[in-house]
């Protein structure tokens, strides 16, 4: 049970967590802290937070448990906030989705504290933003990764692991670096990918026509294209290696691609889209 939550960024990540604990009954209270007051005011008002804080050491005094769910660019400098006022007890973690530099900012601001920091993923979302669009359900049936460190008690990681689960969602661990290689290929491929197919059509002479005639498949394509900016440029920039690497394998099926088609090669078009239904078919259904 945890006695007190402070999420710091009350968006979808951050309060979905709180909704799905308060619907658990496994959390008592939870304080939110951020930003703008605008968004914590109306984290209140739809009962995702209890109260709120904009003074780091007021919101984190009483917690047992931090939830860090702001952008990976603003993590480096709360890390630094809450270091002073993080008590020995209060377990730290985050739902940041590249991980291996966000446990670098925490190791420099945290410094020793950095024991006391779970790093986690829950593999989780929607392409909706703010406190509005969090909802108690996020996580159910859904996976959390977590990344623990060497300098983690097993107690903390388990504590981490229970709240999750909590939560509705199934707990795996792994190590940060493989976490970061396997996101970079399911999830901010499509994303890079979804951005700037839109962006491509978007730049074509006759866009009006082009948009007005997306059908379906361009709907579930760029679905993810809508969502919010800056946390995909910190993605991007935070897992840059992992995503190039991608995109690379990514250059050559295209450039496959590109050959078979220019070269009317029915049966090689024919074998590449087979393959890749018997896959999706395989591991997505
Ligand atoms: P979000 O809905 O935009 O929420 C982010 C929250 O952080 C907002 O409440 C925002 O407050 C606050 N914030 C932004 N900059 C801040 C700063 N400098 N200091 C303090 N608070 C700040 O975003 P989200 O989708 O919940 O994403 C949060 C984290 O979860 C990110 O690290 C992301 O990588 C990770 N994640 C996202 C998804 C997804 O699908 N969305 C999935 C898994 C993990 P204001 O309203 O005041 O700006």
Redesign the pocket.
């Known amino acids: 049970m945890i006695n007190h939550l402070c999420v710091?960024?009350?968006?979808?990540?951050?309060?979905?967590l709180a909704l799905a604990l308060k619907k658990s009954g496994y959390v008592k209270q939870v304080t939110g802290?951020?930003?703008?007051?605008?968004?914590?005011q109306k984290?209140e008002e739809l009962g995702v937070i209890d109260q709120y804080e904009t003074d780091y050491a007021k919101a984190i005094s009483q917690a047992d448990m931090v939830f860090?769910?702001?952008?990976?660019?603003?993590?480096p400098?709360?890390f630094k906030k809450i270091e002073p006022h993080l008590r020995k007890h209060t377990i730290v973690t985050?739902?940041?989705?590249?991980k291996h530099t966000i446990i670098d900012a925490a190791s420099e601001e945290l410094g020793v504290k950095v024991n006391q920091f779970i790093p986690g993923?829950?593999?989780?979302?929607?392409?909706?933003?703010?406190?509005e669009?969090?909802f108690d359900s996020l996580y159910s049936d859904r996976r959390v990764i977590l990344t623990p460190l060497e300098e983690n008690s097993l107690e903390d990681v388990k504590k981490v692991r229970k709240m999750w689960e909590k939560a509705g969602a199934e707990v795996d661990e792994m190590g940060a670096r493989h976490h970061d290689l396997v996101l970079a290929g399911t999830?901010h491929l499509p994303h890079v990918l979804a951005f700037a197919l839109v962006d491509c059509l978007n730049n074509v002479d006759d866009v009006d026509e082009i948009f007005k005639y997306a059908a379906g498949g361009f709907r579930d394509f760029t679905r993810i294209a809508s969502?919010?900016p800056?946390?995909w440029r910190?993605?991007c920039v935070n897992n840059s290696e992992a995503i190039l690497a991608m995109m690379q394998n990514y250059q050559q099926d295209i450039d496959n691609l590109k050959k078979a088609i220019q070269n009317s090669d029915s049966d090689e078009l024919l074998k590449i889209f087979s393959n890749a239904k018997k896959a999706r078919d395989t591991f997505c259904m």
């Open positions: 710091i960024g009350v968006g979808l990540i951050g309060g979905s802290m951020g930003r703008s007051l605008e968004n914590l984290a860090v769910a702001v952008p990976i660019g603003a993590m400098a709360v985050d739902g940041g989705s590249a993923h829950p593999i989780a979302g929607t392409e909706k933003s703010g406190a669009a969090a999830s969502s919010d800056v946390m910190d993605i």
